[in-house]
């Protein structure tokens, strides 16, 4: 080998070196070691018990995670707690992708075609949540939402009933509606400021063009703004989905202990519970990395699934 090839080979390692390093230890290694605890039966309770060893089980600690049911959530739903929580995770996503998403786009637009007065402050304003803590927003939201809280004190008002009670939360069937509220006010401006930065990319001469020929405020929003978009509305739902799947802080901290937080529960917050606050269970760590493990494989599915939407659409977007 000559003198200038090690140079550039050496060159290239020394670049490339540092950033593999750190994605081996703070990616790599982390996925790999999570794979590895699903397949055996670590017990941190039992690590230093000479009678104990550790044991590869296959694929057994994914049929108990799908099938567990300690009583917790609501008998009436009659599904494991698994399932139960992927349930509310996947209404988390539809919220995302149909509700997030498409609000920002809609505003975005009335924006940039100047349909509103005062554009800046209204932009500001859908804007504001980005600026707080999710903590404190699930806070303040939970504070609205008490059983006497301002909204009951709302629905008192208007319905004439001083016994009325914001209850929604208390009933399984109906718990995620007032999450799913608070996810679009919360995350909808992120989504318009995505569209709104690429909606000034457009030339406006195209817009102008299509009023001239007679082209009303719908048509141009479904003819032309939409499928010059289409790749920021793929690259909005890859964020919205990955988003919906690792939330935690919002809603642990919007439903508190109790009836309201297991109605409410998503993938995240099931694997907190199984792993952290379920000390009874010697196998909850290696249940914590099954379901974890889980939760990427959904995400890679549905990573895919969008990709295949916008191949069909004509992006040429792909993640």
């Not at 195209?206 to 003819?223: L, N, R, S």
């Not at 995240?268 to 099954?290: C, E, H, L």
């Amino acid at each position: 080998m000559k003198k200038s090839d090690t140079r550039e080979l050496l060159t290239f390692i020394g670049f490339i070196l540092p950033g593999l390093l750190i994605y081996l230890f703070i990616i790599a290694y982390p996925i790999c070691y999570s794979v590895f605890l699903s397949l055996t039966n670590y017990n941190p309770n039992l690590v230093r018990d000479p009678n104990w060893s550790l044991e590869f089980v296959g694929l057994k600690n994914y049929g108990t995670v799908m099938t567990m049911n300690q009583g917790i959530v609501d008998a009436s739903t009659n599904i494991p707690e698994f399932w139960y929580a992927f349930k509310n995770n996947m209404i988390v996503v539809l919220v995302s992708v149909f509700g997030q998403i498409p609000i920002g786009f809609i505003l975005a637009f009335i924006l940039y075609r100047k349909q509103v007065k005062a554009a800046s402050f209204f932009q500001a304003m859908v804007f504001l949540p980005q600026f707080l803590s999710t903590i404190v927003i699930g806070i303040m939201w939970r504070m609205l939402f008490m059983v006497d809280g301002p909204v009951a004190k709302v629905i008192q008002h208007f319905s004439g009933d001083p016994s009325a009670q914001f209850d929604l939360m208390m009933q399984p069937g109906k718990a995620m509606i007032p999450i799913g509220i608070v996810l679009i006010w919360m995350y909808t401006g992120m989504y318009m400021i995505i569209f709104l930065a690429n909606l000034q990319k457009i030339n406006e001469s195209m817009f102008e063009a299509a009023k001239i020929d007679g082209a009303t405020e719908v048509q141009i929003f479904f003819k032309i703004t939409i499928p010059l978009l289409a790749g920021s509305i793929l690259t909005s739902c890859i964020l919205a989905i990955a988003g919906s799947l690792k939330g935690f802080s919002l809603i642990y901290a919007l439903a508190p202990e109790g009836k309201q937080r297991i109605n409410t529960e998503v993938l995240p917050i099931y694997m907190y519970r199984i792993s952290f606050n379920n000390a009874k269970d010697p196998m909850r760590y290696a249940y914590g990395a099954t379901i974890s493990n889980i939760v990427v494989v959904i995400s890679i599915l549905l990573i895919m699934f969008s990709n295949w939407v916008g191949k069909k659409l004509g992006t040429d977007e792909e993640y």
